[in-house]
């Protein structure tokens, strides 16, 4: 499901234990969650974080939902209605298909997607980083990357390129896996850590580069949270 999630443009990520969650949600503000209605915890524990979150929602601005593959009505109506969860009851035993449309149309509803298009993150220290062969000399060209999506990354580049130089072939690192695509300068700008490079990506066909990039965004977002507990 969080890949799924991912793929989907939304921002991602798994929080290991429940309670860290507040702290999660003051980090990323306007957050949507999802709990699992069956993982195991003291009795009256979900509840109780349930109603802290949703009592608390004007400082983070969360929304909540439950996943469960309880299907029991008066369960769904309980949470829904008396303790008044606002992202839906949602049984996971109608099938990944329905269950993961059906998430889709709540995140939609919450505007949990924002104005951005694609998900996007920041690049920890030393975990990505770039290869060009030029046509020019032949010689590698290499730099750090400082953020990347599926359409494209800011780079700093070892050498000086202008805009609308097209590069064919880029070697990826990416938190040590490696891929290939195209891309063209799009753009550049100062910055106190030097001239940064914008590249488009050339769109990407092949599932296994796909792959991998959305594996790396995933990591990265997960890594965040991880931080955090």
């Not at 209605?81 to 919450?110: H, P, Q």
């Not at 390129?161 to 070697?171: E, H, K, L, N």
């Not at 769109?203 to 990039?213: E, N």
């Amino acid at each position: 499901m969080v890949r799924f999630l991912v793929t989907a443009q939304y921002e991602t990520a798994i929080v290991k234990d429940y309670r860290a969650i507040q702290t999660v949600l003051y980090k990323f503000p306007g957050s949507v969650v999802y709990f699992n209605a069956d993982a195991r915890m003291p009795a009256g524990t979900l509840d109780q974080v349930l109603k802290t979150i949703l009592s608390s929602k004007e400082k983070h601005g969360a929304d909540v939902g439950l996943l469960s593959y309880n299907s029991d009505p008066d369960q769904a109506r309980r949470y829904l209605l008396d303790i008044g969860i606002t992202c839906g009851y949602i049984t996971l035993n109608i099938g990944f298909e329905k269950s993961a449309r059906i998430i889709i149309k709540a995140l939609e509803a919450a505007e949990a997607r924002g104005d951005r298009r694609f998900v996007r993150v920041r690049v920890p220290r030393g975990k990505a980083s770039l290869n060009i062969i030029t046509k020019t000399d032949g010689r590698p060209l290499s730099g750090t990357i400082l953020d990347i999506s599926e359409v494209g990354m800011a780079c700093i580049l070892d050498a000086d390129y202008s805009v609308g130089t097209v590069f064919p072939d880029v070697q990826l690192r990416l938190w040590g896996s490696l891929c290939n695509v195209s891309a063209t300068i799009a753009g550049r700008r100062e910055t106190p850590q030097g001239r940064v490079s914008v590249l488009l990506f050339d769109k990407i066909t092949d599932g296994d580069v796909r792959g991998k990039v959305y594996s790396f965004l995933q990591r990265v977002m997960q890594h965040e949270v991880d931080a955090l507990l």
